[in-house]
C-alpha cells in the first residue's frame, strides 16, 4: 500500500495567515493527489484532485503544489470558514490511502 | 445534483455482521463511475474500504477482503456494505461516496455512525 505521511496533525493560525499542510508519498504517486476538507459535523468534501485542480466552488485561497513526492495544500488567507480537518488521499492506485488528517483551527 | 444516503443499524454486536445501504439520488449508478465505501473511526483515520463499479465489478481494501462484500441494487439505485465478523475496532462512521474520473471521491454521504458493542 502507498503510505501517506501528513503534517501537522494539528494547526492554529490567526485570521488572514497563510497556512500550508503537507503529504509525503511512499512512491511515485504523479499527480493523483487530492484534499478534502472536513467541517465539524459534516462529510468531507473535495477540494482540490489531480494535485492542483480546484474543485467546484472552492475558493481561490485554496491551492495545492507538488515537488517531487511531497505535497502541499496552502490556504493564502485563513478565513474563519476554513477551520476543520484536512486530509490528503493518493489516488494512484488501490487500496486508496489516506493522510492522518491535519486538524486546523483559529488562533 | 447527486445526493448519497446511508442507512443501517447505529449499533452491533461484535462477531455479528455490519450491514448499511447507500441511497443514490441525481446519478443511475450504472452511468458510470465507482461507487465506495470509507470509515472515518474514532481519532480521526480514515479507510477505504472498497468499491463497486458501474458494471457491478468490485474492489476490496485487501486489509478487509476476508470480511468484506459490496453489492447493489440497481432497480432502486442503491449500494449496499456487508462486513462480517464486527469486533470493536469496526466502531466508526461510515461513509458512502463516488469516486470520478480522476479516481477521486468527488461525492459523499452525510455519513452513519456505527458502534460495535455487546
Known amino acids: 500500500d502507498i503510505q501517506m505521511t501528513q503534517s501537522p496533525a494539528s494547526l492554529s493560525a490567526s485570521l488572514e495567515e497563510i497556512v500550508t499542510i503537507t503529504c509525503q508519498a511512499s512512491?511515485?504517486?504523479?499527480?493523483?493527489l487530492a484534499w478534502y476538507q472536513q467541517k465539524p459535523g459534516k462529510s468531507p468534501q473535495l477540494l482540490i484532485y489531480g494535485t492542483t485542480s480546484l474543485a467546484d466552488g472552492v475558493p481561490s485561497r485554496f491551492s495545492g503544489s507538488r515537488s517531487g513526492t511531497q505535497y502541499s495544500l496552502k490556504i493564502s488567507r485563513l478565513q474563519v470558514e476554513d477551520i476543520g480537518i484536512y486530509y490528503c488521499?493518493?489516488?494512484?492506485?488501490?487500496?486508496?490511502?489516506f493522510g492522518s488528517g491535519t486538524k486546523l483551527e483559529i488562533k | 445534483e447527486i445526493q448519497l444516503q446511508e442507512s443501517g443499524p447505529g449499533l452491533v454486536k461484535p462477531s455479528q455482521s455490519l450491514s448499511l445501504t447507500c441511497s443514490v439520488t441525481g446519478y443511475t449508478i450504472t452511468s458510470g463511475y465507482d461507487w465506495s465505501w470509507i470509515r472515518k473511526f474514532p481519532g480521526n483515520k480514515m479507510e477505504w474500504m472498497g468499491y463497486i463499479s458501474y458494471s457491478g465489478s468490485t474492489n476490496y481494501n485487501p486489509s478487509l477482503k476476508s470480511r468484506i462484500s459490496i453489492t447493489r441494487d440497481t432497480s432502486k439505485n442503491q449500494f449496499f456494505l456487508q462486513l462480517n465478523s464486527v469486533t470493536t475496532e469496526d466502531t466508526a462512521t461510515y461513509y458512502c461516496a463516488r469516486r470520478d474520473g480522476y479516481y477521486v471521491l468527488d461525492a459523499w454521504g452525510q455519513g452513519a455512525s456505527v458502534t460495535v458493542s455487546s
Open positions: 512512491q511515485n504517486i504523479g499527480n493523483w
Open positions: 488521499q493518493q489516488a494512484s492506485s488501490t487500496p486508496l490511502t
